[in-house]
């Protein structure tokens, strides 16, 4: 017998005097999930590559929400050297995170790209990036009150299987498999973060979430990549002029992400995602399906292990 999906109700309540951190957070989803946590009273931190492109979200901003608390800070995820000074900045004012949105990312760029590291871009940039910054920030986290992190993900999440042998797609790239191990990854740190917290007493609740099909910057090619945007960004405009009832507007978009992160009654370790067609479009909030691989303790582990060791960068035992 097939269910309808629960309707999950959204009501944002007052964050004055709360932190949140979004990770490109000046346009798309990111631009939008800022707008909203500071019209709730909070302040918000937009760390994001390009400090010009940040001031001009602002004044945006502040034209719908003149008292908005918003700062600026330096962040590619595409480089663990400015991951950690990023952390590190954050450390040493010490005051406590209430919310970590792991949002930015890139989108498949259509030849191979490598960050500063040399991870495969999408795997390093939205995966390894956010897992290194996430475990930096942790002890400001398990210093606020009730902290929460969200991993925003994505429908092409719902990959088979993770190459732990060849997560960097060294031996064959494929621009939108690429993307969806990545997205993959994120919801597979999500629940585990979560699952850590709970056995370590950490105090942090940790879900996850994907917009749907939502008009963001990714499909119109802007993220990391410059110049002309991909085929696929291409054929992604054009259906939103086609076929628009299938696309959600930001203000939509945002919303399984703003119930993961400021619900009463989100969960940790769940995954939110828009009450429509396969999960695509039609707006509200309700459960999203998990993927196979996401309910593996041992693959979980596998994948923790892994970027741990690909960043350097360690979470408590």
């Not at 064959?172 to 370590?200: C, D, T, W």
Request: proline share 6%; hydrophobic share 45%.
């Amino acid at each position: 017998m097939v269910t309808n999906p629960p309707d999950l109700s959204l009501v944002v309540p007052d964050l004055s005097g709360r932190l949140a951190v979004v990770t490109g957070a000046n346009s798309g989803l990111g631009f939008g999930l800022a707008r909203r946590l500071a019209a709730a009273g909070a302040d918000v931190v937009m760390a994001i590559r390009n400090r010009a492109k940040g001031e001009a979200a602002i004044n945006k901003i502040r034209a719908d929400v003149p008292d908005a608390k918003l700062t600026i800070r330096q962040l590619d995820l595409a480089s663990l050297k400015s991951v950690v000074a990023l952390g590190e900045e954050l450390m040493a004012e010490g005051r406590p995170v209430d919310v970590l949105i792991n949002n930015a990312g890139v989108m498949t760029p259509p030849r191979r790209e490598q960050t500063d590291d040399g991870f495969e871009l999408q795997f390093g940039a939205n995966h390894l990036g956010h897992f290194a910054l996430t475990a930096l920030l942790l002890p400001l986290l398990r210093a606020a009150e009730s902290a929460r992190v969200v991993s925003v993900s994505s429908l092409a999440a719902g990959q088979s299987n993770i190459d732990f042998d060849d997560p960097n797609a060294q031996r064959g790239y494929k621009p939108m498999h690429s993307y969806g191990i990545a997205k993959l990854a994120q919801l597979m740190f999500a629940v585990e973060l979560n699952r850590r917290s709970e056995a370590g007493g950490w105090g942090v609740l940790s879900n996850a979430a994907h917009p749907g099909l939502s008009k963001t910057n990714l499909l119109s090619g802007e993220s990391f990549i410059r110049g002309r945007p991909t085929l696929g960004a291409r054929l992604a405009r054009l259906s939103w002029r086609l076929v628009p009832f299938m696309w959600l507007d930001i203000d939509e978009g945002i919303k399984p992400t703003l119930y993961a992160a400021v619900s009463a009654d989100a969960h940790g370790g769940a995954y939110y995602g828009p009450r429509g067609l396969y999960e695509s479009a039609g707006g509200g909030v309700t459960l999203a399906k998990m993927p196979k691989m996401v309910r593996s303790m041992a693959d979980s582990e596998r994948l923790w292990q892994l970027s741990e060791h690909q960043t350097g960068v360690s979470f408590p035992p």
